[in-house]
């Protein structure tokens, strides 16, 4: 009984700012959770951070809680949530990086098959590796995050300080010198046979 009158208390002076006594609340509730994160996301530091971030989030919201509810029975629907949208992340970037991965997949191969006309059969993939390397840093690190990294034009600008404008009218630039680049390397190739 002690205990919960403890958890109780904490939690009516965390709703009334108090930072300690949430901080108590952390420690007495954050095993509890890792392991509730961790059955359900097997990556250790996935679900820490998971963790971290229902935290953060019972925090924002424990002007919410009702008085005399079981606050780990709170916190781990708030983690099911946070889990939830991570996972969904995961899937939304997923889709969108095989998208930009199809994308470039597309130009490497419209290249080759503008080229029909060549004997030569190649890897378009290969080829647009070996353009990415002649490309200078600053445009090789645009194509990663983008395409790699997956990263939102908005979020380029952000990173690199730039407009979005900047951002989109130099990586449609870049997009066209890895196209002649791949299109030269295929004339190279063709005129080895």
Same mark, same amino acid.
């Given at each position: ?10 939690? =009516? ?14 420690? &007495? ?16 530091? &996935? ?41 969904? &992340? ?5 889709? =969108?990086?095989?998208?930009?991965? &199809? ?80 299109? =030269? ?9």
């Amino acid at each position: 009984m002690t205990v919960k009158f403890d958890i109780e208390s904490d939690i =009516k002076t965390a709703r009334d700012g108090d930072t300690v006594a949430f901080g108590r609340l952390i420690r &007495e509730h954050e095993k509890m959770l890792l392991a509730f994160a961790l059955y359900r996301m097997p990556v250790r530091e &996935e679900a820490k951070e998971v963790v971290q971030d229902t935290f953060i989030r019972a925090y924002e919201q424990i002007a919410e809680f009702r008085p005399g509810a079981d606050f780990g029975v709170w916190l781990r629907s708030i983690c099911r949530y946070m889990i939830l949208n991570r996972v969904h &992340e995961y899937t939304r970037r997923k889709q =969108k990086h095989d998208n930009y991965k &199809e994308q470039l997949s597309i130009l490497a191969v419209q290249v080759v098959h503008a080229n029909q006309d060549m004997d030569y059969v190649s890897d378009p993939y290969a080829q647009l590796a070996e353009c990415m390397t002649k490309l200078p840093d600053q445009s090789r690190e645009l194509i990663v995050d983008r395409y790699h990294n997956t990263l939102s034009i908005h979020d380029i600008s952000e990173k690199t300080g730039r407009t979005t404008t900047w951002v989109t009218s130099t990586l449609h630039r870049v997009r066209g010198v890895l196209r002649t680049c791949i299109e =030269k390397h295929l004339k190279e190739k063709n005129n080895e046979q």
